[in-house]
């Protein structure tokens, strides 16, 4: 596994059109609107303003509300997840369970989106989300015409523990990711993403002092940064 240095090598310059198309995956209880307001900070580096195009999706299966506190209505919000773990449609990222609801409807939505929105270059996915974007790698890696992308990052990431998605971590991951996690995650313990990093060819780690969100700080900023600049490089040399 790689530790990535903060520093910054050669960078595009500013007239440089180049672009990576990202497919950014939400988390549990989000969607696409809810996550790109997230991902606001991020989005204002330098190098993901100018050299990226980020696509949201929100996932197909809608989440049962939770009741508000204090009152028996519960929240209108349209919170979503890309599979269940339980047959009540409930999702805790701890349970060992053979149920997967929704799962197969989630593939079938990304075959969709990179068909119409694609090709994509990589993948940017939080939480959940990023539980789902270690399986796409897998099944890339195990059939490599089924999705096509160079790279993925993956924050709060951590392995599936459903029964049918074990046979994607069965074959070692050689496709460059970037894997993000906080010393003090409550949701995602970083343990849980560490697990996650054996299954990864020399997988990239940013690891930080926060809790279960995007850091975007000076210091994640430069590892962000050389990340995709090495991406934007690999991609000049292939056209």
């Known amino acids: ?50 050299h990226t195009e980020l696509v949201f999706i929100t996932a197909p299966n809608r989440v049962p509300s939770l009741p ?31 149920c997967c609801n929704g799962f197969d409807e989630s593939i079938e939505l990304v075959k969709k989106t990179f068909l119409e929105q694609g090709p994509f270059d990589g993948i940017l996915s939080f939480s959940q989300g990023a539980a789902f974007a270690s399986l796409l790698c897998g099944m890339k890696e195990q059939n490599p015409e089924l999705f096509q992308f160079d790279f993925a990052i993956l924050v709060a990431g951590y392995k599936s523990r459903q029964s049918s998605h074990q046979n994607f ?42 809790g279960h969100f995007i850091p975007a700080s000076a210091p994640q900023k430069k590892v962000y940064t050389e990340f995709l600049q090495r991406m934007l490089d690999s991609q000049e040399k292939k056209s």
């Open 1 to 50: 596994m790689t530790y990535l240095l903060y520093r910054v090598d050669s960078m595009a310059s500013g007239d440089d059109k180049r672009k990576l198309k990202i497919l950014c995956i939400h988390g549990y209880r989000q969607n696409s609107q809810s996550f790109r307001e997230r991902t606001g900070a991020f989005r204002k580096i330098p190098i993901i303003k100018k």
């Open 68 to 98: 508000v506190e204090g009152d028996e209505s519960t929240s209108d919000a349209d919170e979503r997840g890309w599979w269940f773990s339980k047959q009540d449609k409930s999702y805790m990222a701890q349970d060992y369970t053979d």
């Open 169 to 210: 971590y069965s074959t070692p991951i050689s496709i460059p990711t970037l894997h993000v996690y906080g010393d003090t995650d409550k949701v995602i313990p970083k343990e849980m993403s560490e697990d996650l990093l054996q299954y990864f060819v020399e997988p990239n780690i940013l690891q930080h002092e926060g």
